[in-house]
Every structure is written in structure tokens, then in C-alpha cells.
């Protein structure tokens, strides 16, 4: 079974540039989660999907962040414009909902993507 | 907001070593999960715990649940260098169906010197 797929897996860019991360989850999964994970943290959930439509979006910056999962598979997450303070790495994670509720109910993180502002 | 507490931040020890973990919160989370985050790699999950009291073990590696199910430990028995890297408790918070969130800590940094 493939695992969750992001990219880039590197970006660079200067503050006040735009930026866009892509994830593909796990086939079939139908809840995806966004993390930002700044260095010497643990990740901070950002957004939650459950098909393409939202159940979470609390804790996403939304003057400058955006999410989409247009067809409830792919999903890209967008900053515009980047700030220093989104140097961090982005992480993808999606669940399945065959193991709700289960012992082996669990989230799937991608590779994720690292972020520097400059 | 809810809160884990991890500690210690950053251990180097000696191949052989043993070694606790702790994680701690002022709540109490439906179940708590172990992650173990590689350089360059997303958090792979190791075990969850669910009932107060509960102890798993994943061979050198023994979790433990608080009775009161708001604090755990990670103990390594005889620590190899493959055991480095970064070890999160996450707090599962569910209401059931898609209603899934975790909550990490800011993680243990672990490193196992040859």
C-alpha cells in the first residue's frame, strides 16, 4: 500500500512570495489533516477534511492560509503571502474510515514538506 | 486549550542505556498515542493506549498509561542507536466518526551514541 505522497519535499522562497504544498492521501482515506510543525515542536493541526468538505479550520491563519480538496481525494494547501514565521515543515496526514473507533485507529503522515522564508 | 508535556527535551545516552519518557497533560484525552519522527520523515505511530493503567510493550519499548489517563512514559530498555530521533505523545481527542484530532507535545529529542 502506497503511503501519503507531498511535494515538494524543499521549497525556498522570500517573504511576501506565494506558496502552494500538494498531498495525496492514502487510497480510499477519506479524512486528511494538515500539520505546520515549526523546529522543536510537535505538529500543529492546521485544517481537517473529511471527504472534500471541512470539519476543522480553528488554528488556520486565514488571511494568508488556504486549503482545498476539490474532488476528496488531492489536496493543496496554499500561503499567500509567506511570512519568516512559516519556516517550518508541512505535513499531510489521512486516516481511514475502516478503523474508527479501533485500537488500530490512526493517522498517516507523509514525508512532508520543508518550508524556508527568507 | 489542552496541553502534553514532554520531558526530558533532548537525551544523549550511551548504546546500552536505559531510558524514560514522559508526557503529561492537565486532561484527559480519549486514548494517547506514541510517535517516532525520523529527520527528513512524518511521525510513525508506535502504540496507543486506551485504558487507565494500560501497559504495552513493543519489544525494548514499554508504554504506560496513567490510571487517571492524563499522563504516560515511554521506558527503552537498553537502547540501541536506531532508536534515535524524535518521540511525540499525541492526545486523541474523538466523538466518534470523522470527529478524530490529535494533540502532540513538543516531543523528546533522543539520541543513542554508539
Known amino acids: 500500500e502506497a503511503g501519503v505522497a507531498q511535494s515538494p519535499r524543499y521549497k525556498i522562497i522570500e517573504k511576501r512570495q506565494s506558496v502552494a504544498f500538494w498531498c495525496n492521501p492514502i487510497s480510499g482515506h477519506a479524512t486528511l489533516y494538515w500539520y505546520q510543525q515549526i523546529l522543536g515542536q510537535g505538529p500543529k493541526l492546521l485544517i481537517q477534511?473529511?471527504?472534500?468538505?471541512?470539519?476543522?479550520d480553528s488554528q488556520l491563519p486565514k488571511d494568508r492560509f488556504s486549503a482545498e480538496r476539490l474532488k476528496g481525494v488531492d489536496s493543496t494547501l496554499k500561503i499567500q503571502p509567506a511570512k519568516l514565521e512559516d519556516s517550518a515543515v508541512y505535513l499531510c496526514?489521512?486516516?481511514?474510515?475502516?478503523?474508527?473507533?479501533?485500537?488500530?485507529?490512526?493517522?498517516?503522515f507523509g514525508p512532508g514538506t520543508r518550508l524556508t522564508v527568507l | 486549550t489542552q496541553l502534553l508535556e514532554q520531558s526530558p527535551q533532548f537525551l544523549s545516552i550511551q548504546e546500552g542505556e536505559n531510558l524514560t519518557v514522559y508526557c503529561n497533560s492537565s486532561?484527559?484525552?480519549?486514548?494517547l498515542q506514541w510517535y517516532r519522527q525520523e529527520p527528513g520523515e512524518g511521525p510513525v505511530l508506535l502504540v496507543t493506549v486506551v485504558t487507565g493503567g494500560e501497559v504495552k510493550k513493543l519489544k525494548r519499548l514499554t508504554f504506560q498509561f496513567g490510571d487517571a489517563r492524563k499522563d504516560s512514559s515511554l521506558h527503552i530498555t537498553a537502547a540501541q542507536p536506531g532508536d534515535t530521533g524524535l518521540y511525540l505523545c499525541a492526545g486523541v481527542l474523538t466523538s466518534g466518526g470523522s470527529n478524530y484530532k490529535l494533540t502532540f507535545g513538543k516531543g523528546t529529542l533522543l539520541t543513542v551514541n554508539p
Open positions: 477534511f473529511q471527504n472534500n468538505g471541512v470539519v476543522d
Open positions: 486532561s484527559v484525552f480519549s486514548s
Open positions: 496526514a489521512s486516516r481511514s474510515p475502516f478503523d474508527w473507533g479501533g485500537s488500530s485507529d490512526t493517522q498517516y
